[in-house]
Every structure is written in C-alpha cells, then in structure tokens.
C-alpha cells in the first residue's frame, strides 16, 4: 500500500477524530440541559410529535410499531452518545496497533469519498432540475428536535437497517449452509453475538448480494423525509455502513453514521445550537471543505485500484494453469506464480488478490502486502 496515501488518510483520520471529539463534547454539555425538554419535547412548534419504535421496510415511510414515552428517548440519547464515545476509542485503539488496516482508516476514507461522490450527486440532480430537499430547515425554533434526530439515529438506524437486513439474514444463511452446501465465504466461526456486533465477515456472492439489498431498502427509506431524488445518494451512503460494518463491526458504521448526521447541527450556528460559536462553525467548515477536496483524491486512487484489479485479474487468469488452480485452490487471488500467499496476522492462505501485490485475508480480513 502507497506509504503516501497511507499517511495522507491518517491526516484526515487526525481531523475526523479532532471533529469528533468537539462534537461529542458539544453533545455532553447540550444534553443534560436539554435532557427535561426532551423528555416532553415541548420547544417551539415541534411540540410533543409522535415519535414510535419503527422498523424499515423498503418502503419511503417506516412502520411505526409502538409510542413510547418521550422518556424514553430523552434515556436513550444518553445512551447512544455513551456508545459513540465507547466506540470511538474502540476505533483509536485499533488504528494505533495498524493503521492501514484499522476502522479509523476507513472511516476517515469512506467519509471523504462519500461527501465528494455526494456534492457531485446533489449537484448534478439540481442541475437536471431535481433537487433534494431536506427536511432540516435553519432557524432555532427547530433545534431540540434536530438533536434529538441526528442523535438518534446514528446508532437506531444501523440496529434496524445493518443488523436486520445484514447480520440477521446472513447469520440464518450461514446456519443453513452448515447442513447443505457449505457457503465458500462462510465465518469458520458463528457465535450468536455475530448477528448484532458484525464485522469479520468476506466479501463473497451471498456478503454483496444482502449488502446492495440492505442499501437499496436504506435509501428508499429516506424518501419519505427528504425527497425521491435522496435515494441514489443515501443507498450509496448505505454501502459503505454496510462495508464497515460487515469488515469491522457495529461501532464503525454507527461512527461513521454519527460523524455523518450530528457535527452539521450540533456544531454550526445554523439551526440554532446553544453552544455553536463562529469558532465551532467555522471548524466544521473547513473539516467539510478539506474532506471535500480529500474526497477527490481518494475518488481518483479508488478507480486506479479498479483498474489495476481489472488488469491484476487479466493478467492472473491468463497465467494460471490446471495444476496451479489445484495448488492453490478456487480464489482468483490465489493464482499466481509464486504460490498462495499467507496473512501476517492469522497464518491462513486463503485470501483474494485486491491490486499489485496486495491481498485481503478471507479469514480474519487483514490486508496486507505479500512478501
């Protein structure tokens, strides 16, 4: 892996985390005064709307299950601003023991790539006269239900629309394949703690197939709010949750996820929060603009990595014998002259050939350079 882009996404990992944390900070100190106020969500015009325990269905609007008290939901943003915390040093702990191969990495990377690919969306649909529209209007009298929103949902959506529609359908998968035939992209392992936290799984037919659904069904789910035009770009912002939490775990997406929703309204002077200065905002500029500009870079180096992936794949198939495709077993990243390649961290020869010489363990997901 390019040691200069390697060192490129570490500064922007360095901003993201920077970003975090004063969101975080932000979150704590609005919260417990806010905390009554939630409770009965009496502010402004927002005054005590319904908000239910709802689940996604592919359609534009969610199904509403049951109303429980507003409560409740003033306890449950304390608790999800506890998870971010807990699984951003998750996050850290593991970029410092490899950073190239940590959450962190992808995170920081996915976001640039995802704003860039975003901007130029938004861009080109109001061009061809289709715009999003948001449902986030400026002003103050909205605040306290933006919070609550942007909060919320960083760690709710992913339990309903990761865990629902990827860990649970490939966890029924891969108990059925154990008694016909076994699956190729398989856990050799499959505690029932996979199904809620993810992470650890390959990237096979049955992985991609339950990720491009659970994205289609997440962006069609933001039509109702937002607009028809909001799909293509909130299906694209469901696949790389889904990839971060299929690769690592529930934290990453939902820290992904948060980054995303919460800094715009928490930290900016836009929808009136009463600790936004034109420090803060100007802060959360300048982290949107620069990951904008990285989001250009990481577009250009992703599609130099499809293309050598497509020549590195040519060049394989053209190279591989009868008696090396016996060697070294089924996997196009193991064909090749010099014999299956072994994982630095869990000793396994079974992985896939990404470009060059760089190659993904399908055992425990590392990816490393092969020596």
């Known amino acids: 892996m390019n040691k200069g882009y390697v060192a490129f996404v570490a500064v922007l990992g360095i901003l993201w985390v920077v970003t975090m944390i004063v969101d975080i900070v932000m979150t704590l100190s609005i919260y417990p005064s806010k905390f009554g106020a939630i409770a009965s969500l009496t502010e402004g015009p927002t005054a005590n709307p319904a908000f239910p325990i709802y689940v996604i269905i592919g359609l534009p609007e969610a199904v509403g299950l049951f109303y429980p008290p507003y409560l409740f939901w003033a306890v449950w943003i304390g608790v999800v601003t506890a998870a971010v915390i807990v699984f951003l040093i998750i996050s850290l702990y593991g970029s410092v023991q490899e950073y190239a191969n940590s959450s962190l990495y992808k995170i920081s990377e996915f976001f640039a790539l995802n704003l860039f690919l975003s901007y130029v969306y938004i861009v080109v649909v109001a061009y061809l006269g289709h715009p999003i529209t948001s449902p986030f209007t400026s002003g103050t009298g909205h605040f306290l239900s933006y919070f609550f929103s942007v909060t919320n949902a960083g760690l709710y959506e992913e339990l309903i629309s990761r865990v629902t529609y ?112 034109a420090g803060t905002t100007d802060l959360y500029s300048v982290f949107i603009l620069v990951f904008l500009v990285a989001g250009a870079v990481v577009t250009v180096m992703y599609i130099a990595k499809l293309v050598n992936l497509i020549n590195r794949r040519k060049a394989v198939g053209a190279e591989a014998t009868p008696a090396a495709s016996s060697a070294t077993g089924s996997g196009y990243g193991q064909l090749n002259s010099n014999g299956p390649s072994k994982c630095p961290r869990c000793g396994s020869l079974d992985s896939n050939l990404l470009y060059d010489d760089i190659h993904r363990c399908n055992s425990c997901g590392t990816v490393y350079k092969k020596s």
Do not use: C
Not at 177 to 206: Q, T
Not at 224 to 248: D, E, H, N, T
């Open 166 to 277: 990827v860990g649970i359908p490939l966890f029924i998968y891969y108990s059925w394949s154990v008694h016909g035939k076994r699956s190729p992209s398989r856990p050799n392992k499959l505690p029932w703690w996979r199904i809620i936290w993810g992470g650890g799984y390959r990237f096979g037919k049955p992985e991609i197939v339950v990720l491009v659904i659970s994205s289609l069904i997440f962006g069609i789910a933001h039509a109702g709010s937002w607009s028809i035009s909001k799909i293509p770009q909130a299906a694209l912002g469901g696949v790389f949750l889904g990839v971060l939490y299929m690769r690592f775990g529930l934290y990453a997406d939902v820290l992904f996820h948060f980054s995303v929703d919460s800094p715009g309204v928490v930290m900016t002077n836009v929808y009136g929060s009463p600790l936004a200065t």
